[in-house]
T-cell receptor
């Protein structure tokens, strides 16, 4: 079965602090993809990043960085020097080949509400 | 480039009624997926359409049905509405079929309230 767990329900930080959002996943697929999406109060999910199961190289893009570790099935997301505009719900998601057919359906975690205080 | 659009924005229905939600995919995208997001939860996959055929379905009863049109726009129909159907319904489009790595672009959603 495929499952994504985001144990942190809510995080509150003060502007300019660094914050890490945790994500743990389960899958039997050997090829799979991991995503992070941001959902501001407007409701629209905004794509942030995608990693595939063969690429454990971690990256930094501006204030965002990602730590993918297959050994612990974790895909954590860090915002450096947080800003008030980063306040949103962040979702980790998983997609992969499904038994019985291929589809790029996303399996989402329950989300982490990040509140950045000025 | 026009993004994913959904209509209506908000909708209020009563138990037992039927509802149709609409989605226009991003230009050139031939795959549309629908998700249900209950309050405080992550989106749950309902089903996906690729070139007008249903391709994959989540754990939702048959009263949830859909269509995709030749221009790749899509409809989600829900019959015999129940209180638990109250949620944000999100449409997502993607390019190039149903490969797992395809990035999905989401619309703003339709907020459905069932009384």
């Amino acid at each position: 079965a495929q499952k994504v767990t985001q144990a942190q329900t809510e995080i509150s930080v003060v502007e300019k602090e660094d914050v890490t959002l945790d994500c743990v996943y389960e899958t039997r697929d050997t090829t799979y993809y991991l995503f992070w999406y941001k959902q501001p109060p407007s409701g629209e999910l905004v794509f942030l990043i995608r990693r595939n199961s063969f690429d454990e190289q971690n990256e930094i893009s501006g204030r965002y960085s990602w730590n993918f570790q297959k050994s612990t099935s974790s895909f954590n997301f860090t915002i450096t020097a947080s800003q008030v505009v980063d306040s949103a719900v962040y979702f980790c998601a998983l997609s992969g080949m499904n038994y019985g057919g291929a589809t790029n359906k996303l399996i989402f975690g329950t989300g982490t509400l990040l509140a950045v205080q000025p | 480039e026009t993004g994913v659009t959904q209509s209506p924005t908000h909708l209020i229905k009563t138990r037992g009624q039927q509802v149709t939600l609409r989605c226009s995919s991003q230009s050139g995208h031939n795959t549309v997926s629908w998700y249900q997001q209950a309050l405080g939860q992550g989106p749950q996959f309902i089903f996906q359409y690729y070139r007008e055929e249903e391709n994959g379905r989540g754990n939702f009863p048959p009263r949830f049905s859909g269509l995709q049109f030749p221009n790749y726009s899509s409809e989600l129909n829900v019959n015999a509405l129940e209180l638990d159907d109250s949620a944000l319904y999100l449409c997502a489009s993607s390019l190039g079929g149903t490969r797992a790595y395809n990035e999905q672009f989401f619309g703003p959603g339709t907020r459905l309230t069932v009384l």
